[in-house]
C-alpha cells in the first residue's frame, strides 16, 4: 500500500531566506573581542542585539514583557463574581414582577422574603437554594448561576471546561463528578504508590476527552493539573478577601451539589503535595476594565507565569543557559511565529560557530576565538584596508597580489609548503606520460609542478603597538588592534617567507600572537615604554639576519617608561631625559642592523609631534600621521613599499 503524504504550513519562516552569513556575524563578534569583550561575552552580545536586521533576545523579551503588561493593564478578575450578581438581579426582577400580579397571600409572603434577602449574593443565593420559584425566567437565571459556577470552577482546574460544559445535562454533570472521583482514586493510587500502568491507561481510556494535553502517564497528568491548578491558587491569592470570602460561599452552590467542591479540594491537595515547587502562594495584579470570570482568569494567570518564565528564558542569565531552553510554543503563542524563526536562527547561529570551530577552550576552559576565527577577522580587516588603498591608489585587491615574484619560464616539482602556481602543461604532461593511454586521466601528487619564480627579498617585520590607557581612552584601541590583525593576515597568507612580530608596549613591552593582541584588554597602566619595546624588536631582527629588517611603530605617546638594568619599569611625567636618551640609544641599534623605521603618530599633541620627529630624523626613517580610519592603509602600504627588494 502506498503512503499517504500530509501537507500543512510551513512553519519555518521564510523558506526562500538566506541562511545566516557567519562571517558578517563573526566580524560583528570581532568588533567586541577587539573592545575586550570575552569571546563568549561577545557572542551573548550578538545574541542579545541581533544582527543584520533579524531580533536579537532583547527584543523578543521585551516584547513579551510587553504582553505581560498588557494582559495585567487591561483586565481584572471579578468577572464571576459580577456575572452572578447580573444573573441574580435579573431572576430577582422577574420573580417581583410575577409576584406583583399575583393576589394571593402566599405572593406577599414570597415578597416579603425577596425583599429581605441579604446584601451578599453569596448569602442571596444560599437563602434562595429552597425558594419555590413563580416565575419561569427568573427559575432559569437562578439554575445559570448554579451551572456557572459549576463550570467555572472545573475551568479553573481543567482549560475549556467551561465551554465544554455550556448546556450541559444531567448526565454530563454526572460524568464529570465520576472523572473526578476516578481521578482522585488514582491519584490516591498514586501517592502511595500503587498505581499501574493499566490503572493510567483505564482512567485516560474512559475520562481522556478532558484531557486535550494527551498526557503519558501518571507524573505528565500531575505536571499539566498542577500548573493550572497553581495558576488558580493565584489567581484566588490576587482577588480581595471579600471577593475571596464571596467566591467561597458562592462555591458550595456549585451544581447545586456541595460534593463537587469537596472533590476540587481533594484534587487540590494531592497536586500541592505531588508539586510543592510550583507557585502556590504568588499573585498578580491584574487592574484593568475587563472582567475575567475564573476560568479565564486562571488562564490569564497561567499565561502572566508563562510569559515570565519567557522573558527569563530570553534573557540567558542564569547559570547554564542555553537558547535549546527557550520554549518556542510559548513563544509563537504570546509573541508570534517570527519571534519563533528569529529565536530559532539564533540558536543555529551559536550552534554553527561552535560546531564550525570559531571559538576553542583554553587550558583554563576560558573561551578563545580559533585560529580560525582569528584568520577570518584578519581577512576581513585585511579587505578593508585594500578597499582603502584601492580608494587612494586607483589599485585593486587581487588574491595572488605579492604572493611571488616574476616567472622564470622554468618550472619544477611541487614540495610541501609550496605556495607557488602550478604548471598546469606540465603536470597534465607528467600524469599522462606516466599512464599513456589510460582516460580519464588520474593525476598524483607525483606529476605537480610548480611555476619558478625569481627570488624576492624576505624580510623581518616587527610591528610594536602602544596598548597605553591613552589608546584606549582616545578611541584609538580597535582600530590599531584591525591594523594589526589587518598586516598579520597579509604576512602569514601572501608573504609567508616574512617574520612578523607583534609587540605591545605600554608600561611594559611583551610580544604577542594575532590572538593575544585581539584579546587584550585595555588596562589603566601609566607609561609607554617604547624603549623596552625597541629591545624586542632588535632582538627579533637578530634571530633573522638575511632578512630586510622592517620596524613600524604606532603610538600616541611620547616614550614616558624606560627598562632599568633590574628589569624594572621607570616612568615620569614629562619624559625625563634619561628615558628619551635609552629610547634613542635603542633607536640607533636597529639603524645599525639595517632597519627601515616608520612612525605612525596617532593624534595631535605637538609635543609627541616634535619628538616623533626628532627620533626619525636620526634614524633616517619617516613618520606618517594618518587618521584613525586609514591607519590600517597607511601602515600595510608602507610595510609593502619598505620591504620591495632593493630597499
Known amino acids: 500500500m502506498s503512503r499517504g503524504a500530509r501537507y500543512g504550513p510551513y512553519e519555518g519562516g521564510d523558506p526562500l531566506a538566506p541562511p545566516v552569513d557567519l562571517r558578517e556575524a563573526l566580524a560583528v563578534i570581532g568588533d567586541d573581542v577587539l573592545e575586550g569583550a570575552s569571546p563568549r561575552q561577545a557572542l551573548r552580545e550578538l545574541l542579545r542585539r541581533g544582527f543584520d536586521g533579524r531580533r536579537g533576545l532583547d527584543d523578543l523579551a521585551a516584547r513579551a514583557n510587553q504582553r505581560r503588561r498588557e494582559l495585567l493593564s487591561r483586565n481584572n478578575l471579578g468577572g464571576t463574581l459580577d456575572e452572578v450578581r447580573e444573573l441574580l ?30 446584601p451578599s449574593t453569596a448569602q442571596a443565593v444560599a437563602d434562595l437554594a429552597d425558594y419555590d420559584w413563580r416565575s419561569s425566567a427568573a427559575r432559569e437565571d437562578y439554575e445559570k448561576i448554579r451551572d456557572l459556577l459549576g463550570r467555572e470552577l472545573l475551568d479553573q482546574r481543567f ?24 481521578l482522585n482514586s488514582l491519584l490516591d493510587s498514586h ?7 493499566q490503572q493510567f491507561d483505564d482512567f485516560m481510556d474512559k475520562h481522556g476527552e478532558y484531557f486535550p494535553e494527551n498526557p503519558r502517564n501518571t507524573e505528565e497528568l500531575l505536571d499539566s493539573l498542577s500548573r493550572r491548578a497553581a495558576a488558580a491558587q493565584r489567581l484566588r491569592n490576587s482577588l480581595t478577601p471579600d471577593q475571596r470570602a464571596e467566591l467561597d460561599a458562592l462555591a458550595q452552590q456549585a451544581f447545586g451539589d456541595p460534593s463537587l467542591m469537596d472533590q476540587l479540594n481533594r484534587l487540590d491537595a494531592h497536586l500541592q503535595a505531588a508539586r510543592p515547587a510550583e507557585d502556590w502562594n504568588g499573585s498578580a495584579r491584574f487592574r484593568g476594565d475587563e472582567s475575567l470570570g475564573l476560568g479565564e482568569g486562571t488562564s490569564a494567570v497561567e499565561d502572566v507565569a508563562e510569559l515570565e518564565r519567557l522573558s527569563e528564558q530570553l534573557s540567558q542569565q542564569y547559570p547554564g543557559a542555553q537558547l535549546d531552553d ?12 517570527q519571534a519563533v524563526v528569529d529565536a530559532r536562527t539564533l540558536a543555529d547561529l551559536e550552534r554553527a560557530l561552535q560546531q564550525q570551530g570559531f571559538f ?13 576565527a582569528m584568520r577570518q577577522l584578519g581577512q576581513t580587516a585585511l579587505r578593508d584596508v585594500a578597499g582603502r588603498l584601492s580608494d587612494r591608489g586607483g589599485q585593486r585587491e587581487t ?21 607557488e602556481s602550478w604548471d598546469v602543461t606540465r603536470t597534465l604532461t607528467n600524469a599522462i606520460l606516466r599512464e599513456p593511454g589510460r582516460m580519464p586521466v588520474r593525476m598524483t601528487v607525483a606529476d605537480v609542478e610548480i611555476v619558478e619564480t625569481e627570488q624576492r627579498a624576505q624580510a623581518a617585520v616587527a610591528l610594536l603597538v602602544d596598548t597605553s590607557f591613552s589608546m584606549v581612552m582616545d578611541g584609538r584601541w580597535v582600530p590599531m588592534k584591525r591594523t ?16 612578523l612580530q607583534l609587540i605591545g608596549f605600554g608600561r611594559y613591552a611583551e610580544t604577542l600572537s594575532a590572538a593575544e593582541l585581539a584579546g587584550l584588554d585595555g588596562a589603566w597602566d601609566q607609561g609607554t615604554n617604547l624603549h623596552h619595546a625597541l629591545l624586542l624588536a632588535a632582538r627579533h631582527l637578530r634571530r633573522h639576519p638575511n ?20 628589569g624594572e619599569a621607570f616612568f615620569d611625567y614629562p619624559p625625563s631625559v634619561r628615558t628619551l636618551g635609552l629610547t634613542v640609544r635603542e633607536l640607533d641599534n636597529l639603524a645599525r642592523l639595517g632597519a627601515q623605521v616608520t612612525i605612525f603618530r596617532l593624534g595631535d599633541d605637538p609635543g609627541l609631534a616634535r619628538v616623533v620627529d626628532r627620533m626619525a630624523q636620526r634614524v633616517g626613517g619617516r613618520v606618517v600621521a594618518p587618521d584613525l580610519d586609514g591607519l590600517g592603509a597607511a601602515l600595510v602600504s608602507d610595510y609593502m613599499r619598505l620591504r620591495r627588494p632593493g630597499r
Open 191 to 197: 501517592t502511595r504508590g500503587e498505581d499501574t500502568t
Open 484 to 499: 594589526a590583525l589587518a598586516l598579520n593576515h597579509l604576512v602569514t597568507t601572501r608573504f609567508r617567507g616574512d617574520a
Open 399 to 419: 588574491r595572488r597580489a605579492g604572493a611571488m615574484g616574476e616567472p622564470t619560464g622554468a618550472s619544477r616539482p611541487w614540495e610541501f609548503g609550496d605556495t
Open 326 to 337: 527557550i520554549d518556542t510554543e510559548a513563544l509563537a503563542r504570546h509573541v508570534g511565529e
Open 360 to 372: 576553542d577552550r583554553g587550558s583554563d576552559g576560558q573561551w578563545r576565538l580559533s585560529p580560525k
Open 547 to 566: 632578512a630586510q629588517p622592517v620596524v613600524l611603530i604606532v603610538t600616541d605617546g611620547e616614550p614616558t617608561a624606560h627598562l632599568e638594568p633590574g
Open 159 to 182: 482549560a475549556g471546561m467551561k465551554r465544554q460544559l455550556e448546556g450541559a445535562t444531567d448526565a454530563d454533570r454526572q460524568r464529570i463528578r465520576e472523572m473526578l472521583e476516578d
Open 89 to 118: 438581579d435579573h431572576a430577582v426582577l422577574e420573580e417581583r414582577k410575577t409576584l406583583a400580579r399575583a393576589l394571593d397571600e402566599d405572593a406577599r409572603f414570597a415578597e416579603m422574603r425577596i425583599e429581605e434577602l441579604p
